[in-house]
């Protein structure tokens, strides 16, 4: 029997250590539910930093980000119902595309959506505190909605929206964008403010 050294087998044990292979993993409770219970998510596993989330399951719920997190992307939106992710409090980084399907609604109450990754909305984000951080790109296509909600500060750092949708402004209160943050009202986009918002570039 040939034996290994002791230095190769802790080499082959450290490679093997650190190989993440990427998958897709996929919301499963129709009710709804905290997003870092693995119960909640088919294989039985918290989406990390490689993978994609997927909450695709047909059905009228919310999903609750509990905590802060990082996945390479969010496909977000099923055939029938409607699939809410709510980022209320923490932050949801994402570094891959990404996309809003037309039954997606993304909210964003408090806390942060940042990351590299582009956004593509086809369904509604709803704004009504916190911010989008990062170099990604969101673009609302025609039949979306973005609704800028409540009297809260609202943040844009180094992000652009391009908005070829619908937006509508029922909160007063400021959008500050920083680090050459940009909003884009595309040719057949709506803007809809039916209050007054004040928008500081700083």
Sequence with gaps: MRQLSFPLIMSLFLAGA????AANISWANASGGDWNAATN??????PGTSDTAQI????TY???LDASTNVECLDLGGSGGTQTLSVNGSTLTINGPSQVNVNGVLSL???SLLGSGAITIAGTVDWSGGGFSGSGAIS???GSFLNIESTGSKTLNSSTINNSGTTICTGSGEIYAYNGAQFNNQAGGVFDAQ????MYYI
Excluded: E, I, K, R
Excluded at 18 to 21: A, G
Excluded at 56 to 59: C, D, E, W
Excluded at 195 to 198: H, S
């Design 195 to 198: 209050v007054d918002l004040n």
């Design 62 to 64: 919310v999903v609750a």
């Design 41 to 46: 998510w088919s294989p039985q596993q918290v």
């Design 18 to 21: 650190v190989q993440v292979n």
């Design 109 to 111: 109450a408090s806390g």
């Design 140 to 142: 609302l296509l025609s």
């Design 56 to 59: 695709t399951l047909s059905g």
